[in-house]
């Protein structure tokens, strides 16, 4: 999507988030999951924390969450959900910018990651991910799973689609998204056309990559994985799976090191 930032996602979704993603995953499971490898009372960074679907119940339970996001409409929203400031959102890029520090989990949910749409820009936020866990820390990355089966069946070829997300007498929200396989990015539009307001238009891209190029990028960081569930249930994870969440630690040897 040409004139796409790192803040175009969020600023575009920011007032309809919640509405849309409030069930895009189990939230109760995945507060468990991270509670079961981070210390009691640890810390958490939260890359892209959104409006804190995730963040707000990991820290009601007990856990100290900070969480970076590049959108100021998205943690607008978390603030007016936050009167309290359980969370500590950071304004800021999470592969520039992220803060400093150390953290004994870094998650980064909900095909977060694939918002940065090259394969170096996620390589890169391996990097400074790694830079920042404690020596026994974690690095969970909840994404789709790409089918390799899917992916050759396109045969290289870009398709594109359109469908209809909601629909009312006086509105009508489309999807429209084209996949480019030689390059893994999938880009969209969501259409709003309403009879009183005209046309709004939420645009968002991915990068997605299959989990083998994600364990690539983990070892040149200095990370192995350590767990890979199938979704936050901890389901096994096979070839058939259509998502994964995957468990990162420090290396041995980059244990050592520092
Ligand atoms: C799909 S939402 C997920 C929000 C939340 N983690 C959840 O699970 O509901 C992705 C979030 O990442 C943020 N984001 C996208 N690209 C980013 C980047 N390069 N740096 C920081 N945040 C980014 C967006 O603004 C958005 O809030």
Same mark, same amino acid.
Do not use: N
């Given at each position: 999507v040409r004139g796409f930032t790192a803040s175009s996602y969020g600023d575009a979704f920011a007032d309809v988030y919640d509405e849309?993603?409030? *069930? $895009? /995953? #189990?939230?109760?499971?995945?507060?468990? @999951? $991270?509670?079961?490898?981070?210390?009691?009372?640890? /810390?958490?960074?939260?890359?892209?924390?959104?409006? =804190? &679907?995730? +963040? @707000?119940p990991m820290a009601a339970a007990g856990l100290?969450?900070?969480? $970076? #996001?590049? /959108? %100021?409409?998205?943690?607008?929203?978390?603030?007016? &959900? #936050?009167?309290?400031?359980t969370v500590v959102g950071v304004l800021g890029d999470m592969v520039d910018q992220l803060p400093d520090g150390h953290f004994d989990t870094v998650l980064c949910a909900y095909n977060t990651l694939f918002n940065l749409t090259s394969i170096e820009r996620q390589q890169a936020c391996f990097v400074e991910v790694a830079e920042r866990l404690t020596p026994s820390g974690r690095f969970v990355v909840e994404a789709v799973a790409p089918s390799p089966v899917d992916h050759a069946a396109a045969s290289g070829q870009p398709t594109s689609s359109v469908s209809v997300r909601s629909m009312a007498a006086d509105r009508v929200v489309l999807g429209i998204d084209r996949h480019d396989p030689s390059t893994q990015l999938v880009e969209g539009q969501?259409? *709003?056309?309403? *009879?009183? =307001?005209? $046309? &709004? @238009?939420?645009?968002?891209?991915?990068?997605? %990559?299959?989990? +083998? *190029?994600? #364990? /690539?990028? +983990? =070892?040149?960081a200095g990370l192995m994985l350590v767990e890979r569930f199938g979704d936050v249930d901890r389901r096994p994870f096979d070839a058939d799976s259509p998502r994964h969440v995957s468990v990162w630690a420090l290396s041995d040897a980059r244990v050592t090191a520092s």
């Open positions: 849309w993603y409030a *069930e $895009v /995953s #189990d939230v109760t499971a995945t507060v468990d @999951l $991270v509670r079961s490898i981070t210390p009691p009372g640890g /810390s958490v960074l939260e890359l892209g924390v959104g409006t =804190g &679907r995730l +963040a @707000l100290i969450v900070v969480g $970076v #996001d590049a /959108s %100021s409409k998205m943690l607008d929203r978390l603030a007016q &959900r #936050d009167p309290g400031r969501f259409v *709003e056309i309403t *009879e009183a =307001g005209g $046309v &709004r @238009l939420r645009p968002w891209q991915i990068r997605y %990559s299959t989990v +083998a *190029e994600l #364990d /690539s990028m +983990a =070892g040149r």
